[in-house]
Nanobody, 119 residues
Framework: QVQFEESGGGLVQPGGSLRLSCTAS????????MAWYRKTPRNERELVAT???????NYAAFVKGRFTITRGNVRNTVFLEMNNLQPEDTAVYYC?????????????WGQGTQVTVSP
């Protein structure tokens, strides 16, 4: 069973930066796509960014230009570099993946990592 483990969150002031990391275990192959989601205090899950195995990136409009998603050199690792963080970025951040281009997200979610942006 695939499991996701996120880390790197914390408390930062507005304008600050954080780098989130995610490692997925339980797969013998490289996922087609890895993604970062976040669950806001309003309990809404939002797609933040995705990156394919070939390095094609996509971002939600609300983070474009501030966040960068990258795949790691280790299989099925992904990072999210977050700059110029704002209070509205406060959320629990999760990663997930699609095994193949026609796959849906895995049902299993990790514990997430809390990002809090506050003066």
């Amino acid at each position: 069973q695939v499991q996701f483990e996120e880390s790197g969150g914390g408390l930062v002031q507005p304008g600050g930066s954080l780098r989130l990391s995610c490692t997925a275990s339980g797969s013998s192959f490289n996922f087609y796509l890895m993604a970062w989601y976040r669950k806001t205090p309003r309990n809404e899950r939002e797609l933040v960014a995705t990156v394919t195995r070939d390095g094609v990136e996509n971002y939600a409009a609300f983070v474009k230009g501030r966040f960068t998603i990258t795949r790691g050199n280790v299989r099925n690792t992904v990072f999210l570099e977050m700059n110029n963080l704002q209070p509205e970025d406060t959320a629990v951040y999760y990663c997930n993946a699609r095994a193949f281009s026609v796959s849906v997200l895995y049902n299993s979610w990790g514990q997430g990592t809390q990002v809090t942006v506050s003066p």
